[in-house]
């Protein structure tokens, strides 16, 4: 069974720009939930989405924005790009049935603003 | 609020030592508690959960972890430290009706020969 995908794996963007981020989720998963690790530091919670709707919204700016779709994938928008959102960006997937509690990590996408 | 602490930032263990990786967590309710393990350049991947079942779990590549109450402490062990282990491990409590996970600053573990 395919795992948690996420692309692109790496991206280069330049301070002011707009990036979108892309997560599939383990096949029978209806939430996801985002993560940003900044390089050295534990994951931070971002947002989480479950059957479309947001099931909650950690402590990051209005730049950071998310959608899920139909088929349960999901896409973390980052606008007006600073320095300080280079990190490795983690979509994990949960099931409804197990109350969400166990999160499957995606392999991320290393976002470097320059 | 809920966290959890790391103590050590990093742990050096010879080839078949025993591991022990410290969490202590801070929490009002019972806590769901968490070790995920990082390779470099990958995700995080599940080692083992607390959901106030047994108190000893276990987990993948033979890792335990026991849940201690009066010490609220989550500590992850494995007997025998195998190259392989090396890794960055997370200590994670779940918070909220969010189910937001809520991760330590991580124990990077180098395993000598």
């Known amino acids: 069974d395919a795992g948690v995908t996420q692309s692109p794996t790496h991206l280069i963007k330049t301070r002011g720009q707009q990036v979108t981020l892309r997560c599939s989720p383990i096949?029978?998963?209806?939430?996801v939930s985002w993560y940003q690790q900044v390089l050295g530091q534990g994951p931070q919670f971002i947002f989480q989405?479950?059957?479309?709707?947001?099931?909650g919204r950690g402590n990051f700016p209005d730049r950071f924005s998310a959608r899920q779709f139909p088929n349960y994938s999901s896409e973390l928008n980052v606008n007006a790009l600073l320095l300080g959102d280079s990190a490795l960006y983690l979509c994990?997937?949960?099931?409804?049935?197990?109350?969400?509690?166990?999160?499957?990590f995606g392999p991320g996408t290393r976002l470097t603003v320059t | 609020a809920q966290s959890v602490t790391q103590l050590g930032s990093h742990v050096s263990v010879s080839e078949g030592a025993l591991v022990l990786l410290r969490c202590n967590y801070s929490?009002?309710?019972?806590?769901?508690l968490f070790w995920y393990v990082q390779y470099p350049n990958q995700g995080l991947q599940l080692l083992l959960k607390?959901?106030?079942?047994?108190?000893l779990v276990k987990g993948i590549n033979g890792f335990e972890a026991e849940f201690k109450k009066s010490e609220t402490s989550f500590h992850l062990t494995k007997p025998s430290a195998h190259m392989s282990d090396a890794a960055e491990y997370f200590c994670?409590?779940?918070?909220?009706?969010?189910?937001?996970?809520?991760f330590g600053t991580g124990t990077r573990l180098q395993v000598t020969l």
């Open positions: 994990a997937s949960s099931h409804h049935a197990t109350g969400f509690y166990e999160q499957y």
């Open positions: 096949s029978g998963h209806k939430s």
């Open positions: 989405y479950y059957e479309k709707e947001e099931r």
């Open positions: 929490s009002s309710v019972p806590p769901y």
């Open positions: 607390y959901t106030s079942a047994a108190t």
């Open positions: 994670a409590v779940l918070t909220g009706t969010a189910s937001k996970l809520t």
